[in-house]
């Protein structure tokens, strides 16, 4: 409940401060604004600080005069930034806006406007002090309110979130600066600020009573100017209290018992901004505003050193982890940044960090004020409790049994993840129940509470339970055949640690084994000493199946056979050993593959269960040999010839399969294919088969004897019934060619080598004799004769003639065949060429000009020779000269030709050049060129040097130009420019300023001279004078004959003298006619049309003696009647009046006065 201060004006006498630091959780939320952005904050909550919006973002954009408040449990009950206060649901309280404390508006706040601490001894009572703004009103003193938390306020009766029950209460009347501290136990607390603009501290003192008194005290220079923009800290010992402005940062020593300063220090640190002490309260660290940097002050070496020296920062403030951090001013950082070493004995090993905690938005100045008086000396509840001891799941803890101190109550304040956490039970309730086996497991925070809490000590007590989740365990079945080794059964669990067989298990390792079948259980324990739910494995023996009977098979040579067997049950599998071995096949019958020898087979039976017989019964496969019967090749043999045919085997016996016969041997006269089947004992058949062929001798006819030409050769065929030749040359193919008399003869073996033989003569004739000549070539247009010779022969040319000569013009390649009385022929070609006449062709007859000679010559290239008429002898000649040309030309094949050409002279070019003859000073022209009778480019040679086909000139002068065409023709032109001088023009006015509205009746009259033909205005207007009643800039052009320009202008300014309203102090409302309104009255220059034209508003009041306000008026003439407000005939006597106007100028008129009425 709210508590109502006592009205006591009197110092009390403190007991010494026990300074005890602690824990403190009404620091852990930070609010804090910003005129950038929108409110920012800080959650301490973790341990370290994350940004944290909970709060409004529109409710604090004030970048200083922040204070925010938290209770003991860390959670936000309100902050204010010195005009409003803001519950937890981020709206004002129903009576917290118009704190008197900074003024309205961003830039108005003050750097430390707003400071919140608890009502000395009260749990619900919060004291706000707010201090003024030097941009607001800083007559308004140290002020106070306090907010009372169990008003309901916006919140209900049952969950109330506060109200301000005192409301800008005076700690201290008189203009104060913009900071303001604190220092103080739970029962006593000082709050410091400062005087603006002297040197006195405002000393004021609250009390478990209330605010009891506030004193000054005269000490340290006086602050004044933006040292009063600066800020005050004092450190957690409450022994020193710090400055930091525009003097330079000062240090006091306070005394606590009687809440004065004393030991004034001039640090030498000057112009500086946010301040705040080191944890130990021995240094003192001050940022840069206006300075730049950050520097701390060592009280113990009285020295200064840099923490950084770059930058501008905000306000410095301690936060919950005892580390310091800091705003910046520039307001284009989302960062705070922090000293995280502040007992260092130096600025540089503070720890500087410039971008500590990422705000996501951007700061400015300021941080929230945090002031947590210091605890006193009480007796607290006991709330020790031992550890708890962590359990398993589906096991149950007594709580009671760790209670050292007070008594309780037990609760779990944090469960783990899940839906089925454990709970509080048992008679007392102070046991702690995972009993059922399907239990969340995880950490469980679990809190003791005394049953009887003090105020301001704790009252609770927590522990963790981790509840650990039971191991578990899996084990696998097994099944073996009557006879085989003992299964292995293994538990598999990620966390066992040990493990305990029972049923047909046995041990206590991780597998055990067995034999008979039936349930091997286990359970496992892991190094939580928790033990698992049972797993059960089951062992299955089955029994093995016996083969009874087998059957084999024989067969005669390779191939496969079918073996068959009997089993009591299952199916078959065949080996090839009795044990071991090789599978071969399953089933019965089973077919073997291709056997070559007799071989022994394995059956062993297989149960449904995989059990195999534990004897294999053998079934013999027997392979017996074919008889090996051999003919022989089949044979060739010529007619007449025999063969005995027979196999050389002995206990067999036989069967000719042509005859039927039953002898072990054939004799064979006659072509045919001859076969026997052989049986041996085993009744196994070999059969074999013969080809005997009986062949003719071969067909051999060389022909009649022949005779061939000379120089030829003959084909001999000895036939295709040969297999093998022997020729009486050596050859041994089937044909042959001869090219010599001589008598030839051939032996033929055909392929039973039977033969035949044949004989022929051959004899050679002569042939004639050609000769054409070797390939020639002659000259276009030449001839020449071919002669075959041979008189009395045959001709054939392969042009058709037949003659024995023919004349040849044309290029070709030319042949001749003859033939002799022995019908032998002979032939000859020769290759007739046609040497081309030189390529000899100077052209169509051309021109020739002066600057370009033209160059005749001839396409042929590498002649023998070259003759001109001019006696020269190269392939071209260049001339300029006109004239008749002709040229001779031997080629390399000494063909000749010639060609003449006539040269005329070429045509001048016509040239003119194009420009202005006069130009204006500071003008240019360009000189441009037309031409005529011109062939292609054309080349532009000036006499300034330039090669265009334009010049830009801006001086008097002679310019020439020199044209030459692509055909080397040209022409020439000569210009005169001359430039100029431009014509003078100077502006001249009556007046240098009017006014230009319509009631002013101003003008002026702007005259010029000059020495120009005319001049024309701005507007057009075209003459010596120009007369305006505006005022403004004036521009006037000048032009000569030439249509050269000058130009000048003149600005005339706009002044309209003040309305100078004065009014009367005596008025007459009586109704005469005369002096019957209260109304201005102006100069003898003034009229009344003109007044209004230049005022830009006008307000006119009027009040009695009382100061009630009778008569008003505004943006019309002043006029009063004597009436007042409501109609009524005002008494006579004095009234006091204000008249307040501005003109169009931008003057700005405040007029009072009295007038007496007497009617």
Excluded at 635 to 640: A, D, E, F, I, V
Aim: aromatic share 10%.
């Amino acid at each position: 409940m709210f508590k109502e201060p006592l009205n006591k004006h009197f110092w009390l006498l403190l007991v010494p401060l026990v300074f005890t630091l602690n824990t403190i959780s009404q620091n852990e939320i930070w609010y804090f604004g910003s005129n950038f952005t929108n409110t920012a904050g800080l959650d301490f909550s973790s341990g370290s600080p994350v940004a944290h919006n909970g709060q409004n973002s529109n409710t604090m954009r004030f970048y200083e005069s922040n204070a925010s408040f938290t209770d003991g449990s860390g959670n936000m009950l309100f902050y204010t930034d010195g005009i409003a206060v803001y519950d937890a649901s981020n709206s004002i309280m129903p009576n917290g806006s118009g704190l008197i404390g900074s003024g309205a508006g961003t830039t108005a706040s003050a750097v430390q406007g707003a400071l919140s601490f608890k009502w000395p001894g009260t749990e619900d009572s919060i004291f706000v002090f707010t201090a003024p703004s030097l941009d607001g009103t800083p007559a308004n003193g140290i002020r106070y309110n306090v907010v009372d938390m169990t008003s309901s306020g916006n919140g209900t009766v049952g969950s109330p979130l506060g109200d301000l029950v005192m409301k800008n209460e005076i700690a201290h009347p008189a203009a104060a600066c913009e900071m303001m501290t604190a220092i103080g136990t739970c029962d006593s607390i000082w709050v410091i600020s400062h005087r603006s603009g002297n040197n006195r501290f405002i000393i004021t003192l609250v009390t478990e009573d209330g605010v009891q008194a506030t004193n000054t005290q005269a000490i340290g220079p006086s602050v004044t100017g933006n040292g009063r923009r600066g800020s005050i800290a004092a450190n957690v010992q409450g022994t020193k209290i710090a400055i930091a402005g525009a003097w330079p940062t000062g240090v006091w020593v306070f005394d606590f018992a009687n809440g004065v300063l004393s030991n004034a220090l001039n640090t030498g640190m000057g112009w500086y901004y946010g301040s705040e002490w080191s944890p130990d309260g021995e240094k003192l660290y001050v940022s840069g505003f206006p300075a730049t940097g950050i520097k701390q002050w060592n009280t113990n070496t009285s020295s200064a050193s840099n923490v950084t020296t770059g930058g501008t920062y905000g306000e410095i403030v301690m936060g919950p982890d005892s580390l310091l951090y800091f705003a910046k001013v520039s307001g284009t950082s989302n960062f705070l940044g922090r000293i995280s070493n502040p007992d260092a004995t130096s600025g540089g090993a503070a720890g500087f960090s410039n971008n500590a905690v990422n705000l996501g938005q951007r700061v400015s100045f300021g941080l929230p004020q945090i002031f947590i008086p210091t605890p006193c000396s009480v007796t607290c509840p006991d709330t020790s409790i031992s550890n708890l001891d962590d359990i398993c799941v589906g096991l149950t803890e007594d709580l009671s049994a760790h209670e050292l101190g007070s008594s309780g109550s037990w609760s779990i304040t944090s469960t783990p993840a899940g839906s089925n956490p454990a709970v509080i039970g048992g008679a007392s309730s102070d046991v702690f129940d995972a009993s059922d086996v399907n239990v969340d497991p995880g950490i469980y925070e679990v809190t003791f509470t005394v049953d009887a809490p003090v105020g301001g000590c704790p009252s609770t007590s927590t522990r963790n339970i981790e509840v650990f989740s039971l191991p578990t365990v899996t084990v696998n079945d097994a099944t073996i055949c009557e006879g085989d080794a003992a299964a292995i059964f293994t538990a598999t669990s990620g966390t066992a640690t040990g493990w305990s067989w029972s049923d047909e298990g046995t041990g206590s390792d991780q597998t055990t084994t067995g034999t008979i079948a039936g349930s091997y259980t286990v359970v496992v324990t892991d190094g939580n000493t928790c033990t698992s739910l049972p797993a059960i494995g089951t062992l299955t023996v089955n029994a093995r199946p016996t083969v009874t009977s087998t059957t084999g098979a024989e067969r005669c040579g390779e191939g496969s056979v079918s073996l068959e067997a009997v089993v009591s049950s299952g199916t078959i599998d065949w080996y090839d050993a009795v044990s071991g071995g090789a599978l071969q096949g399953t089933g019965s019958p089973w077919s073997t593959g291709v056997l070559t020898d007799t071989t022994m087979y394995y059956a062993e039976a297989i149960s449904p269960e995989g059990c195999t017989s534990e004897v294999r019964i053998s079934a013999l496969a027997m392979v017996h040999r074919i008889p090996n019967v051999n003919l022989g090749s089949d044979t060739l043999l010529c007619l007449g010839d025999s063969i005995k045919l027979g196999t050389g085997l002995s206990d067999v016996t036989f069967l000719w399969l042509i005859d039927g016969s039953v002898l072990d041997s054939l004799v064979v006269t006659n072509s045919g294919n001859y076969d026997v089947n052989v049986t041996d004992t085993n009744n196994c058949v070999g059969y074999d088969a013969i080809t005997v062929t009986f062949l003719d001798v071969p067909v051999l006819d060389l022909g009649i004897d022949s005779s061939i030409c000379e120089g030829d050769s003959m084909l001999l065929n000895a036939g295709t019934d040969g297999v093998r030749y022997e020729w009486s040359t050596g050859d041994s193919l089937q044909t042959i060619f001869v090219d010599s008399a001589s008598t030839y003869s051939v032996i033929v073996y055909n392929i039973a080598n039977c033969s035949s033989k044949d004989t022929v003569v051959v004899t050679v004739d002569t042939v004639p004799e050609i000769d054409l000549g070797l390939d020639t070539a002659i000259c276009n247009l030449d001839t020449i004769i071919l002669d075959a010779g041979n008189e009395g022969a045959i001709y054939l040319w392969s042009n058709g003639s037949d003659s024995s000569a023919i004349l040849v013009t044309t290029e070709n390649n030319y042949s001749v065949a003859v033939t002799n009385s022995f019908l032998c022929s002979a032939s000859d070609t020769i290759q007739i060429d046609i040497n081309a006449l030189p390529n000899v062709n100077l052209g169509l007859d051309r021109d020739v000009c002066k600057y370009l000679p033209i160059e005749l010559g001839v396409a042929e290239e590498n002649a023998n020779s070259y003759l001109w008429n001019t006696g020269e002898t190269t392939q071209s000649i260049s001339t300029d000269t006109s004239g008749v040309y002709f040229i001779d030309v031997y080629s390399i094949y000494s063909c000749f030709k010639s060609d003449t050409i006539i040269v005329s002279p070429g045509p001048d070019l016509d040239v003119q050049l194009v420009n202005d003859s006069v130009i204006c000073n500071g003008t240019q022209t360009n000189i441009t060129v037309e031409v005529q009778n011109q062939t292609g480019i054309l080349i532009y040679d000036w006499n300034t040097l330039e090669n265009a086909n334009y010049i830009n000139v801006d001086s008097t002068g002679e310019y020439s130009i020199l044209i030459k065409d692509e055909k080397g023709c040209w022409g020439s032109d000569t210009t005169t420019v001359r430039v100029q001088d431009l014509p003078f023009i100077v502006l001249s006015a009556d007046t240098i300023s009017i006014c230009s509205i319509e009631e002013a009746d101003e003008s002026v009259t702007i005259s010029c001279s000059h020495n120009g033909s005319y001049v024309e205005w701005g507007d057009g207007f075209v003459g010596d004078e120009y007369t305006s009643d505006l005022s403004g800039w004036f521009e006037a052009f000048v032009y000569d004959e030439h249509n050269c320009s000058s130009y000048d202008s003149i600005t005339i300014s706009e002044y309209c003298r003040p309305v100078r309203v004065t009014l009367p102090n005596i008025f007459t409302p009586n109704g005469d006619g005369h002096n019957d309104g209260f109304i201005p009255f102006e100069m003898v220059w003034e009229d009344l049309e003109y007044m209004l034209a230049n005022l830009e508003y006008i307000d006119f009041k009027v009040y009695n003696r009382w100061g009630e306000l009778i008569h008003t008026s505004s943006l019309v003439v002043p006029y009063w009647n004597g009436l007042d407000s409501e109609g009524l005939e005002a008494s006579d006597g004095f009234y006091f009046w204000t008249l307040n106007y501005g003109d169009i100028n931008g003057d700005k008129f405040y007029n009072n006065g009295y007038v007496k009425l007497l009617r």
